[in-house]
């Protein structure tokens, strides 16, 4: 017995008619519509609110329904059962739904938006782990990816994909240590920066092997630091990237400069410079070292 209910497709490309509770969505967004998403990224914890923000203020449409760092909600949901499926479902009928349900998600997150010419997208941070199979499902996918000094994340809290108390950072925890060679046992011995550093690595080196051979006018890279100095200039910056009009944002209005220079968390001297040797090769290839 399948665990998930099976998402019917009529077309090895995604084709021409999606069924979903006896609705046919092809009927209401055409194929380009669902296949061409600006997908945000960024890792968890690194300041992603702002990303967020400054996307819906430049005019895209980013959910209908979404919580205080601007993640959509509406998507959230096949995101999480995504990661599951593709890393610990050996079934291959349960991996190769993983582009449907994705697709799925956001037709029936764009059935309900009020203007069908606007540009859309969404923001989950798990999607970093995701990056392959969202290629699959939007093909025709830009992505704006946020990047900021690692060293500067990992010693803040943590993010969900860096703890054991949840499943999708038993996940993720798991595989960013075998992608970084490190023994699983170890997870149960490490500091909560530690976690952060491992996991940091492996959704950034995935991040970079995925979108690395694109063209630039499909990813947009920028810093957060960028970000809070110059809200005005990114978000330009963006607009001219979409090629969109302008706009003005109030983004320097939400910056909390106090929350960004003094972290919630706070550790040791040798826990830092345990933290900063792991992240050495990934803080050089982004130009924080």
């Known amino acids: 017995m399948r665990k998930w209910p099976e998402i ?7 084709g021409k008619t999606w069924v979903r509770a006896g609705l046919d969505l092809d ?7 669902l296949d061409s998403p600006v997908i945000l990224l960024a890792r968890g914890g690194s300041g992603s609110r702002l990303l967020a923000a400054m996307a819906s203020d430049v005019g895209v449409f980013l959910g209908n329904d979404q919580n205080r760092s601007g993640d959509a909600l509406e998507m959230v ?4 059962q ?3 499926e593709r890393h610990r479902c050996p079934a291959p009928w349960q991996q190769a739904q993983v582009a449907s349900r994705l697709r799925s998600s956001a037709a029936r997150m764009l059935e ?11 923001k989950v941070p798990e999607s970093l782990i995701l990056v392959e199979d969202l290629l699959l499902a939007f093909p025709g996918a830009r992505f704006v990816h946020m990047v900021r000094d690692p060293l500067a994340t990992c010693l803040r809290r943590t993010h969900k994909t860096a703890r054991l108390d949840n499943s999708t950072g038993r996940i993720s925890m798991a595989l960013a240590y075998d992608h970084c060679g490190i023994d699983r046992r170890e997870i149960l011995d490490d500091s909560p920066a530690m976690h952060m550093a491992y996991t940091t690595t492996h ?21 957060f630091e960028d970000l809070v100095e110059s809200p005005q200039l990114c978000a330009d910056r963006l607009t001219s990237w979409l090629g969109i009009e302008r706009r ?18 706070v550790y040791s001297d040798d826990v830092a410079r345990r933290v900063e040797a792991v992240l050495q090769l990934v803080r050089d290839r982004l130009g924080y070292c």
């Open 248 to 265: 003005d944002t109030d983004l320097a209005d939400q910056i909390d400069l106090s929350r960004l220079q003094n972290p919630s968390a």
């Open 112 to 122: 309900h938006r009020g203007r069908t010419d606007e540009l859309w997208g969404f």
């Open 8 to 14: 019917g497709e009529t077309d090895a490309d995604f």
């Open 82 to 84: 995504a990661i599951v």
């Open 77 to 80: 949901p096949a995101v999480y």
């Open 203 to 223: 959704q950034l080196d995935l991040v970079e092997n995925a979108l690395g051979g694109l063209p630039e006018s499909r990813v947009f890279e920028f810093r």
């Open 27 to 33: 009927a209401t967004w055409n194929v380009g519509d």
